[in-house]
C-alpha cells in the first residue's frame, strides 16, 4: 500500500461541494462516509481499516474534479466501488504474505490475563454511575441470554434501545481504554 | 434509534458471513451514509461476541462466528477483552450496587481524587482535609445515630413479626393458592425483578381496611434454588427474613409465594430481596423486588 498523501485544502473544497452545495451539510456527509469506510474495512477483517478508509477519500477526492460533471447517483456508492477495489487490493497483499510467511490465523486464547488487569483499571477510571451501570447490564444481559435460550417459543423481549446504546457507549469507551493499557504493558 | 427485528437478523447474518455480496453491499453502503446504522452495527457486534463468550450461540452460528468473524487480529482481542469482562463478572458475582453504607468510602475517594487532581500545596491540602474530614466524621455519627434510632425495635416485637411470618408463610398451609379465590381480607401484588428497564413500571397495592394480608407473588427470572429465603425491608426501616419458601407454576411462570401481615406494611417505599439457597446453605441474590404500599388501614 502506497503510503497515503494529505489532500489540499483545494481538493478538501472540492469534495465538499460535490458531497453537498450545503458545506455543514458536507462536512456531516463527509464525517458519515469517513467513519462508514472505517466500519466497512474493520467488518471485513482488515488490520489497518483507518488508513485503507483515508486511502479511499484520497483517491475519490483525485478523481472529483473529473467526476463532478459527469456521475450521476448517490456519491456514497462511488466511495464504495473504490473501497471496494482497496479492500481488493489489500486483500491480495495480506494473502499474498499468508503464503510466503505460513502464517496460521490466531486462535483465541483462554488466557486473559493483560485484558482482566487492565479492565480492572479502566473500570475504576470510569465515573461511579458508568461503572455501576455496566456491570449490572452485562450481569442482567447474560442472564436473559441464558434464559433465552432455556425456554422455547419465549418471544424475544430486547431490552429498550437506549439501554443498549449507552452499553454499547460504554463498552467502546473501555475498549479503548483496554487497548490503549495494552499497548503500554507491551 | 429503532431496530427491527428483520434488520437485526441481517446485520447478524452479515457479521456471521451468511449474506451473498449483493446483499453485502446493500447493507456496506447503508453505512456510508446513515451513521446511526453504524452504531447498530457496532451493537450487534458487541451482542454477538457476548453470546458466543456466555456459550448461548447455537452450534451453526458458533462455527459460523469462528470461521467467518474471527479473522483479523482485532476481532481476537475484543473477543478477549469480552472474555475478560465475563471473567470480571464471575469474580464480582453478588451485586455491586452502591449501597447507603458505601456513599461515606465513596465521597471519600472523590475528595482525595479532587485534592490531587488540582495539585493544592501540601500544608493547605491538609487543612482542607483535615477540616472536611472532621466534618464529615459529624456529620456520619449523627446520621448513624439516627439510623439506629429508626432501626430499634424492642427485640419482642420483631421476634413476633418473624414467629407470624413464619406462620403465614408455612409450606403445608397454602391457604391462598394461586388460582382459587381470595380471602377478603388478602391483597394481591405480583412482582417481577426490578431491572434497569422496568424503571418506571408501577409496582403498587392499596391496602384497604379489612385486608389483614398481603400476598406477594415474587416471579422469578430463573427457577435455579430449591429453597429460597425473602429479606423484606420496610419503609420504616425494619427488616425481617422468611425462610422455607419455595417456588411454584402460576400462568407460564415460576413464582415464590411470600405472604406479609398488612399491619408492618406503611405507606410508602418498601422492598423484598429474594436469595437462593444452595444444599450447602448458600445465598445468592436472585431478585430485588421493590413495591410501594398504601395502607389505609394504618393512621
Known amino acids: 500500500m502506497k503510503k497515503k498523501t494529505d489532500l489540499t485544502q483545494k481538493e478538501f473544497d472540492i469534495l465538499l461541494a460535490w458531497l453537498d452545495p450545503d458545506r455543514e451539510q458536507a462536512a456531516r456527509k463527509y464525517q458519515t462516509l469517513h467513519s462508514g469506510l472505517i466500519q466497512i474495512f474493520t467488518l471485513r477483517g482488515c488490520s489497518s481499516a483507518e488508513d485503507l478508509a483515508d486511502e479511499t477519500i484520497n ?128 | 434509534m429503532s431496530q427491527q427485528p428483520d434488520e437485526q437478523g441481517l446485520i447478524r447474518g452479515y457479521l456471521l458471513g451468511e449474506l451473498d455480496e449483493a446483499g453485502q453491499e446493500r447493507l456496506e453502503v447503508l453505512l456510508l451514509t446513515d451513521e446511526a446504522y453504524v452504531e447498530r452495527v457496532a451493537l450487534a457486534q458487541d451482542e454477538l461476541v457476548d453470546e458466543y463468550v456466555f456459550g448461548t450461540l447455537s452450534e451453526y452460528d458458533r462455527e459460523q462466528f469462528e470461521k467467518n468473524y474471527l479473522t483479523a487480529p482485532e476481532r481476537h482481542q475484543k473477543l ?60 456520619v455519627f449523627i446520621n448513624n445515630r439516627w439510623l439506629e434510632a429508626r432501626l430499634a425495635a424492642p427485640p419482642e416485637q420483631i421476634v413476633a413479626v418473624e414467629r407470624e411470618l413464619a406462620r403465614l408463610n408455612e409450606p403445608e398451609g397454602d391457604a391462598f393458592p394461586p388460582g382459587r379465590p381470595l380471602p377478603n381480607d388478602a391483597a394481591v401484588l405480583s412482582l417481577k425483578p426490578f431491572r434497569l428497564r422496568d424503571a418506571g413500571e408501577l409496582r403498587r397495592v392499596t391496602i384497604e381496611g379489612e385486608a389483614h394480608i398481603l400476598q406477594l407473588r415474587l416471579v422469578l427470572a430463573a427457577d435455579d434454588y430449591p429453597n429460597y429465603r425473602a429479606l423484606v425491608k420496610t419503609e420504616d426501616g425494619k427488616q425481617f427474613t422468611v425462610d422455607g419458601l419455595h417456588s411454584r407454576p402460576v400462568g407460564d411462570d415460576k413464582v415464590v409465594v411470600l405472604r406479609l401481615p398488612a399491619g408492618i406494611l406503611r405507606t410508602g417505599d418498601n422492598e423484598v430481596r429474594l436469595f437462593g439457597l444452595t444444599p450447602a446453605t448458600q445465598t445468592r441474590e436472585v431478585g430485588l423486588y421493590p413495591f410501594q404500599v398504601i395502607n389505609r388501614a394504618l393512621p
Not at chain 1, 71 to 88: E, H, Q, R, T
Not at chain 2, 95 to 114: G, I, N, S, V
Open chain 1, 59 to 186: 483517491r475519490v477526492a483525485r478523481k472529483v474534479i473529473t467526476l463532478a460533471g459527469t456521475y450521476v447517483g448517490d456519491p456514497a456508492k462511488y466511495f464504495f466501488g473504490v473501497a471496494k477495489k482497496i479492500y481488493l487490493e489489500s486483500h491480495r497483499e495480506k494473502t499474498t504474505q499468508i503464503e510466503s510467511e505460513g502464517v496460521i490465523p490466531d486462535v483465541p486464547q483462554d488466557d486473559v490475563e493483560p485484558e482482566y488487569d487492565c479492565l480492572e483499571r479502566c473500570l475504576d477510571a470510569l465515573p461511579p454511575d458508568s461503572k455501576q451501570f455496566i456491570l449490572q447490564y452485562y450481569r442482567e444481559e447474560k442472564q436473559a441470554m441464558i434464559n433465552a435460550r432455556k425456554v422455547v417459543g419465549l418471544e424475544l423481549n430486547l431490552s429498550p434501545t437506549a439501554l443498549r446504546v449507552r452499553a454499547h457507549r460504554i463498552r467502546k469507551t473501555l475498549e479503548a481504554c483496554i487497548r490503549e493499557c495494552l499497548e503500554q504493558l507491551g
Open chain 2, 80 to 139: 478477549r477483552i469480552a472474555r475478560a469482562l465475563d471473567k470480571y463478572l464471575a469474580a464480582h458475582a453478588v451485586t455491586a450496587l452502591a449501597r447507603p453504607e458505601d456513599a461515606p468510602r465513596m465521597w471519600k475517594a472523590r475528595l482525595l481524587q479532587f485534592l490531587n487532581a488540582y495539585k493544592l500545596k501540601l500544608a493547605s491540602a491538609l487543612t482542607v482535609v483535615v477540616l472536611v474530614a472532621l466534618g464529615y466524621g459529624l456529620w
